[in-house]
């Protein structure tokens, strides 16, 4: 028989009694209330059209708890609208960011239904960015209506807040694509002029032509150097103020002298000019400097980079423990009282005065399983709380807390630079020196003997010389080598990265959601009484389906029981009534006290048992897990066979991350090891002259990603970590790492190649052209061979064959180790 599926969602809908609507004169079946609730609201505004248009299943709707409701209510605030919420004209616009969203027929059908909403005056929707753009009249309605509305049909939203770092990063990089666009324009019509007369493809030109085509080449090269050139001028003038020379000074030089004599032969007579050049090196060096930036734009920089580690307001208590007020976090004193919903951010440290709940301190320790909690405890800033309200009293804020101390740590270690970066430097400003005392030497030269072509020569030794071969070998190789590494999902977002990545003979790994997947997932499922597995799943899904705990979530998309009267008991379980009967799921010393047979002699190999029974018997045991990813075993295998030695260090418990170290075959592992053990691990192993590349997903990985020569992050990581990290892993595949290594081996070989290439164009041009040997059109030509010679080199990077995964099942490698 087949299996009926949701109409809305897609899900299985094999429930009892069946859930069914007729839609269009067709009896649909529906996999839970929810979306038939939302299939009613389709078709009641006349937006049936949605299920023929779309091209991806619907998201499943979920109720909201009693506790998210209150949190997206609180959003009206206007104390809290103060960070997103500005006045228009005629309302109040906010920036919200939608989850959920699977085809364009998704957006049609959130912007109609929003724009049936009363007092809703505006509501788009950028597939792209997955952002929404919200209008509304503050006297007819209120955010969180407009919110509840998006709730309803399925999706989930947010306000979204960009972050100082990205809109100024967005800002740079409009501007530098104007200015690429403005370059690349003008190489393409300075070209069209400048080839022909060079080549002598077109004959029998008057003098007066050659004369309008200068004169069209010179207005359309004018923009080119004032506004695309700008940033290589304000860089010169700023480095020979502070008197530390990079390429910038050389390459202003060269684009300054080219346009200048181009002008003066333009305006006063003479042989050559040379707009195409100066527009075609401007070009080429914008554009090696745009990819680059648009790589660090891509690198899943989202908003809320602080925001959702640090919340910016708190429910502040009176001294008895009553009437709360919302008051920014800036504001709170040591001995304050503040209360903590379920779901809600910690933003001080300080002691639990009353309440019981379990805290998720994954940001401080990357232990994944929340921590029960109760008065008297300690609790840090960026932990998220559980099930139960808790009051805080305030012990410590701002800088104060355990979180920011994190971050200091991290700056202290990036602010110090490494010796081989400094060597670099005094490589290139001895480089650049020498380039610009040889100029104006062969200008003496020239001029002391009376040649009358001593300009036009000097100009050949400055062009034909300029460092434009030498600027262009590193980033277009490592614009090459990034463009590839994208399509494989692993993302360079500093300079840098590809070039250490060759260097690299150890790899640490975080575990949870590094090797693992960063979720509990149901492995094993041992039944004692005398229901069977599908039986006991429904019992505890019906439970669970009443708590938001990270356990629940394991069931709560599986068939559920009817279950009625459920009682969350914190840090314990939960207990409810079926058919008369009441059952109990939940750790094995909870469920001793409320049944009276002893508990069965089973206990699973590895993860977290929960217990199901009913007041008579033990009916099952849930063993749940974090399990490893399925191409971690074979990332590790093809580092270990490249001779590069792999160490786990995690905040989870040590026998759990033992277990994980000897299914993936590491080498070593260390286990609760805090932030501040991380980074005296990896610091030791650096002063061994090891060269440490650092994968983690946390902020508690922060400090040690920072001292690594490579820092990694997740693409599933906090927005905080990405932004950090030298490079993120978008797709989560382990392997990629390997092929990040090969290429950056080759990365680095295209680099010796260029600078190889430029320094011996150099030492040849430089002679014949100081001789007069080389006229300054021929050192342009000469200088954009060049640079087209390394650019084209630096592509075939791109051009790589990935390697192809290893045959071996790794899945059932870690099959083999679940409970049966």
Not at 48 to 62: D, I, K, L, N
Not at 267 to 279: H, I, K, P, T
Not at 698 to 721: E, I, Q, R
Not at 770 to 790: C, D, K, N, Q
Request: aromatic share 6%; charged share 20%.
């Amino acid at each position: 028989m087949k299996q009926q599926a949701c109409f809305h969602c897609g899900e299985s809908a094999e429930g009892s009694p069946p859930i069914c609507l007729e839609v269009d004169g067709t009896w649909r079946h529906f996999c839970c209330q929810g979306c038939q609730a939302v299939c009613q609201t389709i078709q009641a505004e006349g937006l049936s059209g949605f299920y023929q248009h779309r091209t991806e299943p619907a998201v499943t709707p979920r109720a909201l708890s009693e506790s998210e409701q209150e949190q997206i209510r609180e959003l009206d605030h206007p104390l809290v609208q103060e960070a997103f919420v500005v006045p228009v004209k005629g309302g109040l616009e906010a920036q919200l960011l939608i989850e959920g969203i699977t085809c364009a027929a998704c957006i049609w059908l959130l912007e109609n239904h929003l724009a049936r909403q009363p007092g809703v005056q505006l509501f788009s929707v950028n597939h792209s960015t997955q952002r929404a753009r919200l209008v509304w009249a503050p006297d007819q309605t209120t955010l969180s209506n407009a919110l509840f509305a998006i709730h309803g049909l399925g999706y989930r939203a947010r306000p979204y807040q960009a972050d100082t770092a990205e809109k100024v990063l967005q800002t740079e990089k409009r501007s530098a694509l104007i200015r690429l666009c403005v370059a690349g324009l003008a190489t393409m019509q300075t070209m069209m002029l400048a080839f022909p007369l060079y080549f002598e493809l077109v004959s029998d030109l008057s003098g007066d032509f050659v004369q309008l085509f200068r004169w069209f080449s010179l207005l359309v090269a004018t923009p080119v150097v004032l506004y695309s050139a700008r940033p290589f001028f304000r860089n010169a003038l700023r480095d020979l103020r502070t008197r530390h020379l990079t390429m910038d000074v050389p390459v202003a030089t060269a684009i300054g002298l080219a346009y200048a004599a181009s002008a003066w032969v333009t305006a006063f007579g003479g042989d050559e000019v040379y707009f195409e050049s100066v527009c075609m090196f401007t070009f080429f060096l914008s554009l090696g400097r745009y990819i680059e930036m648009q790589a660090r734009y891509r690198a899943g920089l989202t908003g809320n980079t602080l925001g959702s580690v640090q919340p910016s307001v708190a429910s502040r208590l009176d001294a008895a423990g009553r009437h709360p007020e919302i008051v920014p976090v800036h504001e709170l004193r040591e001995g304050d009282l503040i209360r903590i919903k379920p779901g809600e951010t910690l933003p001080v440290d300080g002691e639990i005065s009353a309440g019981r709940s379990t805290l998720n301190e994954a940001a401080l320790t990357g232990e994944y399983l929340p921590e029960t909690r109760q008065a008297g405890d300690f609790a840090h800033a960026g932990s998220v709380n559980g099930e139960g309200p808790l009051v805080i009293r305030v012990l410590r804020t701002g800088a104060r807390t355990r979180l920011s101390g994190i971050l200091r740590i991290l700056d202290r270690v990036q602010s110090e630079k490494a010796p081989a970066a400094q060597l670099a430097d005094r490589i290139a400003r001895l480089f650049v020196s020498r380039v610009l005392i040889i100029a104006p030497l062969v200008w003496l030269g020239w001029w002391y003997v009376g040649a009358d072509n001593a300009f036009d020569i000097t100009l050949s030794v400055l062009v034909v010389t300029c460092p434009c071969a030498l600027s262009l070998a590193t980033p277009t190789a490592i614009t090459s080598a990034t463009m590839r590494l994208r399509k494989l999902g692993f993302l360079p977002t500093r300079s840098h990265t590809l070039e250490s990545l060759g260097t690299v003979d150890t790899v640490i790994f975080d575990k949870t959601g590094t090797l693992t997947e960063g979720k509990l997932t149901l492995v094993a499922t041992k039944v004692f009484g005398h229901r069977n597995e599908t039986e006991c799943l429904k019992l505890a899904a019906g439970l669970e389906q009443h708590s938001e705990h990270p356990i629940a979530q394991v069931f709560h998309h599986k068939t559920s029981a009817d279950v009625s009267d459920v009682r969350n008991h914190v840090g314990d379980g939960l207990t409810g009534m079926t058919n008369g009967r009441k059952i109990f799921i939940g750790h094995a010393d909870y469920i001793a006290g409320q049944v009276l047979p002893p508990q069965p002699e089973y206990r699973s190999d590895s993860g977290l048992d929960v217990w199901l029974a009913d007041e008579s018997q033990w009916l099952a045991c849930f063993t749940l897990d974090d399990q490893p990813r399925s191409d971690a075993a074979e990332a590790v295998a093809q580092l270990q066979a490249r001779g590069i030695r792999t160490l786990l260090l995690s905040g989870d418990r040590s026998g759990h991350v033992a277990r994980i170290a000897r299914l993936l075959n590491i080498d070593e592992a260390v286990g609760q090891a805090t932030p501040e053990r991380k980074l005296e691990t990896l610091q030791e192993l650096a002063r061994q002259g090891r060269s440490i590349m650092m994968v983690g997903d946390g902020l508690n990985d922060l400090p040690s990603m920072a001292d690594a020569k490579v820092s990694v992050a997740m693409g599933s990581a906090a927005d905080l970590t990405r932004l950090k990290a030298d490079a993120v892993l978008l797709n989560g595949q382990l392997r990629q790492l390997v092929a990040a290594m090969a290429t950056s081996r080759n990365t680095r070989r295209v680099i010796r190649q260029n600078m190889t290439w430029a320094l011996a164009y150099n030492l040849c041009a430089l002679p014949l052209a100081a001789a007069g040997m080389v006229p300054p059109w021929l050192a342009a030509i000469g200088m954009s061979a060049s640079s087209l010679l390394v650019v084209l080199n630096a592509l075939r990077l791109g051009r790589e064959k990935s390697p192809a995964p290893s045959p071996r099942p790794v899945a059932a490698e870690f099959g083999a180790t679940t409970a049966s």
